[in-house]
């Protein structure tokens, strides 16, 4: 198992400009979630979808947007860059052991790598 | 809703010496606490849970964290220091039904030869 991926690891943008961040499990978890760290700040949740087909806005969810494409995988696009969204990226995935995958507050999330985004 | 507050932002430790990071929560209701690390350039990862079982949790790497309800503290510790235990670690909580984290914002412990 790879666990969970992102791409790319590393982005540096102009302020304007869009790209999509992407993730992706082989674990079979429903929950997927996206968050940004910044310094001082610990990890704040941008999204997350619940299961395949639903998303939901998180704390910080301004600028962004999402999209589950299948079960795994979540992606996390920046339509229009702005330097307050230079940031490490995470994204995360739950383990859920029971018989039809409703998460519950004691599962674990799995991280990512992170994607370091700079934009000037 | 849940928070979770961390105390100190960097802590520094001889190698051999005791590890202690703090960690309180603020619920209104009985909360699901957790620790994880992040090594250099890499995500984060588990190193232990509360989930109201045993309030003294042990984890990952020889750390373990004490449940007190009376302090609402969940701090994290491990005996003897080693060098690869220098990390970030962040706390983070959450209550029943709810599977959205919140986290603290992170203790750099550093580890002095």
């Not at chain 1, 102009?14 to 999509?20: D, E, L, R």
């Not at chain 2, 990071?21 to 588990?46: A, D």
């Not at chain 2, 220091?81 to 990390?87: R, T």
Request: charge should be positive; glycine fraction near 8%.
């Amino acid at each position: 198992n790879a666990g969970v991926t992102q791409t790319p690891k590393f982005q540096v943008l102009k302020t304007g400009q869009s790209m999509t961040l992407q993730c992706a499990q082989d674990m079979n978890h429903n929950s997927m979630y996206w968050y940004r760290q910044d310094p001082g700040m610990g990890l704040r949740l941008i999204y997350y979808s619940a299961s395949e087909g639903t998303t939901d806005k998180g704390e910080v969810p301004n600028g962004y947007n999402v999209s589950r494409l299948n079960k795994r995988e979540f992606s996390l696009r920046l339509e229009s860059a702005a330097p307050s969204q230079t940031s490490v990226y995470f994204c995360a995935s739950i383990e859920t052991r029971r018989r039809y995958q409703v998460p519950r507050a004691t599962d674990t999330q799995y991280f990512g790598p992170g994607t370091r985004l700079t934009v000037l | 809703a849940q928070s979770v507050t961390q105390l100190g932002s960097h802590v520094s430790v001889s190698e051999g010496a005791l590890v202690l990071l703090r960690c309180n929560y603020s619920s209104s209701v009985p909360p699901y606490l957790f620790w994880y690390v992040q090594y250099p350039n890499q995500g984060l990862q588990l190193l232990l849970k509360y989930t109201s079982a045993a309030t003294l949790v042990k984890g990952i790497n020889g750390f373990e964290a004490e449940f007190k309800k009376s302090e609402t503290s969940f701090h994290l510790t491990k005996p003897s220091a080693h060098m690869s235990d220098a990390a970030e670690y962040f706390c983070a909580g959450t209550n029943f039904g709810n599977e959205k984290l919140t986290f603290g914002t992170g203790t750099r412990l550093t580890i002095i030869p």
